[in-house]
């Protein structure tokens, strides 16, 4: 196993891809710790940019398309125009003093807890990467990808594609009714 590592690090499509992965990471853990909804919308920007270049490292070219415009660009837009046509409290004096009386009952208990949960995630993790085989020569690439999904999704996919559009539509409807309920 260690010696596939080291082969992987001789290409250098890898260091490309670890630091794709990396920004992925960094992206997901500024969003967990940010205090301002802004700067989590822009570090989650940076994690589905991100995701995008690991697609593209992989070869999925399409993915990667659809997750920048769909996922950096459109979800990302609306999450902004969300929290701009909303009100929020700036000051959060009430929320942190929520979170100091909780933090104080439960802080302990749910950092055990996490920790608990990251190894064992990283002990089924390392158990499956042993036990796993991967193939030694990369199957054959189809010649154009992005013309055969493209092609798939307006013949065969074209009602789920849709029906997918129009659930997002209502999601995001339903969310900004919601939230202008809130606030009267």
């Keep these: 196993m260690l010696n596939n590592l080291i082969d992987n690090l001789k290409d250098p499509a ?12 960094g992206g997901g ?12 919308v822009a570090s989650l ?37 969300g929290i701009k ?44 990467i042993r036990k796993a085989s991967f193939p030694t020569a990369p199957a054959a690439e189809p010649v154009n990808t992005i013309l055969a999904t493209g092609k798939l999704l307006v013949s065969r996919y074209a009602l789920p594609f849709e029906i997918m559009a129009v659930l997002l539509t209502a999601a995001f409807v339903g969310a900004i009714v919601i939230a202008k309920r809130e606030e009267e």
Excluded at 59 to 66: N, R, S
Excluded at 89 to 106: C, L, Q, T
């Design 45 to 81: 920007a940076v994690t589905f940019i991100s995701l995008a270049g690991l697609y593209l490292t992989l070869g999925a070219g399409f993915v990667a398309i659809v997750q920048v415009l769909i996922s950096a660009g459109a979800v990302s837009i609306l999450m902004i125009f």
């Design 85 to 128: 046509l909303t009100k929020h409290r700036h000051d959060g004096e009430d929320e942190r003093e929520e979170a100091e009386k909780v933090g104080a009952r439960s802080g302990h208990l749910h950092e055990i807890l996490a920790a608990v949960g990251v190894l064992a995630l990283f002990g089924v993790l390392y158990y499956a």
């Design 29 to 40: 853990i500024v969003m967990l710790n940010s205090a301002k909804v802004v700067h989590m």
């Design 14 to 25: 890898s260091y490309l891809y670890m630091l794709f992965a990396i920004l992925a990471i």
